[in-house]
């Protein structure tokens, strides 16, 4: 996984690059030209379940209209138009097509993770504004393409990731929190995702294998990234942004306990090492009977504890004294929101760095649970 000298990433400048993205303030007509006034023009690419979701919630935006859907497979786009109740829609098997038709000014990108950089570095030659769902990629080399892609974007067009935390209301108090000081010195920190198997496998008679490998993309490490890439990196990047860094090493363990037909883990523990001696533990698992689910993360200082989920954020300040805060709705709504608002406002933003390191977090712990050993950043990364 690690790359050539000449593509290595200097983990100090990508430190001071990856705090906060990049912010270009432009003005909205810059932005959008001639259709600034109309609302905002939206394809999908990829067409099944969490495309169609993000989808919904911008179709529903009064901003923002959904006006053309993208998938390799037809039942998925018919299933897409008809859970978005889009009687006209311009339909493409072929993304390139659809980035290619100039009345599109945004795109939503939700195939398996292993397309991501691809069609990122597509959508940026395009031009387009670009929502990608997490993560950034499945390994090294993607998402060193997805930092290049973010650095020859447009710097009038908004770059976003589904990285939703981030914009979360009770994340964002959380990490206000921190930041002020109300927990005191942070001591260390955990993440966790315990839930149940949200995957089925399905059975596509008549269909090439390679394509029904494919269309169950999420059972195969290679599509999907394995799942402490595919799904855990929501946790992960919020260590990233509150630890305010990257970790500095890796060690963890993962196995297949129960479901052992598919080619990804069903548990793993991981321990980071961020500097200063700050250990951070990270288990997961997708064998958890439906019933009992426990997703979010814990920081805790020297005078009380911050735990974060997207229900709600609760800070613990002594014994017998907690303040609950909870979310509203899905903070999916949030990050798509901001998104439309972005392009409108010209206030833009371009996180394709900080969410592809956000990603290779994840990858340098799913290489120290494949190696069952330490794993440092610098050395499956490299330093220039």
């Known amino acids: 996984m690690s790359g050539n000298p000449s593509q290595n990433i200097s983990r100090r400048s990508v430190l001071a690059r990856s705090a906060a993205g990049a912010f270009t303030i432009v003005a909205p007509e810059a932005v959008r030209g001639s259709q600034a006034n109309s609302k905002i023009s939206v394809g999908l690419i990829g067409s099944g379940g969490r495309g169609t979701y993000d989808a919904g919630i911008t179709h529903a935006d009064p901003r923002a209209r959904i006006t053309a859907l993208c998938d390799l497979y037809d039942d998925r786009i018919?299933?897409?138009?008809?859970?978005?109740?889009?009687?006209?829609?311009?339909?493409?098997?072929?993304?390139?097509?659809?980035?290619?038709?100039?009345?599109?000014?945004?795109?939503?990108?939700?195939?398996?993770?292993?397309?991501?950089?691809?069609?990122?570095?597509?959508?940026?030659?395009?031009?387009?504004?670009?929502?990608?769902?997490?993560?950034?990629?499945?390994?090294?080399?993607?998402c060193q393409r997805v930092i290049r892609a973010g650095r020859r974007h447009d710097p009038k067009k908004v770059l976003s990731f589904g990285y939703q935390q981030r914009y979360g209301p009770v994340y964002l108090e959380a990490y206000k929190r921190l930041m002020e000081g109300a927990i005191g010195p942070l001591s260390t920190a955990r993440g966790y995702w315990i839930a149940n198997d949200p995957f089925t496998r399905r059975d596509y008679p008549g269909l090439d294998p390679k394509a029904a490998a494919l269309r169950n993309w999420f059972t195969d490490r290679k599509y999907s990234g394995?799942?402490?890439?595919?799904?855990?990196?929501?946790?992960?990047?919020?260590?990233?942004?509150?630890?305010?860094?990257?970790?500095?090493?890796?060690?963890?363990?993962?196995?297949?306990?129960?479901?052992?037909?598919?080619?990804?883990?069903?548990?793993?523990?991981?321990?980071?090492?961020?500097?200063?001696?700050?250990?951070?533990?990270?288990?997961?698992?997708?064998?958890?009977?439906?019933?009992?689910?426990?997703?979010?993360?814990?920081?805790?200082?020297?005078?009380?504890?911050?735990?974060?989920?997207?229900?709600?954020?609760?800070?613990?300040?002594?014994?017998?004294?907690?303040?609950?805060?909870?979310?509203?709705?899905?903070?999916?709504?949030?990050?798509?929101?901001?998104?439309?608002?972005?392009?409108?406002?010209?206030?833009?933003?371009?996180?394709?760095?900080?969410?592809?390191?956000?990603?290779?977090?994840?990858?340098?712990?799913?290489?120290?649970?494949?190696?069952?050993?330490?794993?440092?950043?610098?050395?499956?990364?490299?330093?220039?």
């Not at 017998?320 to 990050?335: A, F, Q």
């Not at 972005?342 to 760095?353: F, H, K, P, T």
Request: hydrophobic share 40%; proline share 4%; net charge negative.
């Open 78 to 142: 018919e299933q897409a138009k008809t859970a978005l109740k889009l009687d006209q829609v311009d339909a493409y098997k072929d993304f390139e097509k659809l980035l290619a038709n100039p009345s599109i000014d945004a795109v939503i990108i939700a195939t398996p993770p292993f397309e991501h950089p691809r069609m990122l570095e597509a959508a940026v030659a395009a031009k387009k504004h670009v929502y990608c769902e997490k993560p950034a990629g499945v390994d090294f080399e993607g």
């Open 226 to 384: 394995d799942i402490i890439v595919e799904q855990d990196c929501h946790n992960i990047d919020v260590l990233h942004w509150f630890l305010g860094g990257l970790p500095l090493k890796a060690l963890g363990y993962a196995v297949r306990k129960v479901r052992t037909n598919m080619d990804i883990s069903d548990n793993l523990s991981v321990i980071f090492e961020w500097p200063g001696n700050m250990l951070v533990n990270f288990e997961a698992n997708q064998l958890t009977p439906p019933g009992y689910r426990k997703v979010g993360e814990e920081f805790t200082g020297t005078k009380g504890t911050l735990i974060t989920s997207r229900a709600s954020m609760i800070h613990h300040k002594g014994p017998k004294d907690s303040e609950t805060m909870l979310s509203k709705r899905d903070i999916t709504y949030e990050g798509i929101e901001q998104f439309l608002g972005r392009i409108l406002s010209g206030d833009v933003e371009n996180v394709a760095e900080r969410a592809a390191l956000s990603t290779m977090i994840a990858i340098l712990g799913r290489t120290a649970t494949y190696e069952r050993k330490e794993v440092t950043w610098k050395g499956l990364f490299g330093t220039a």
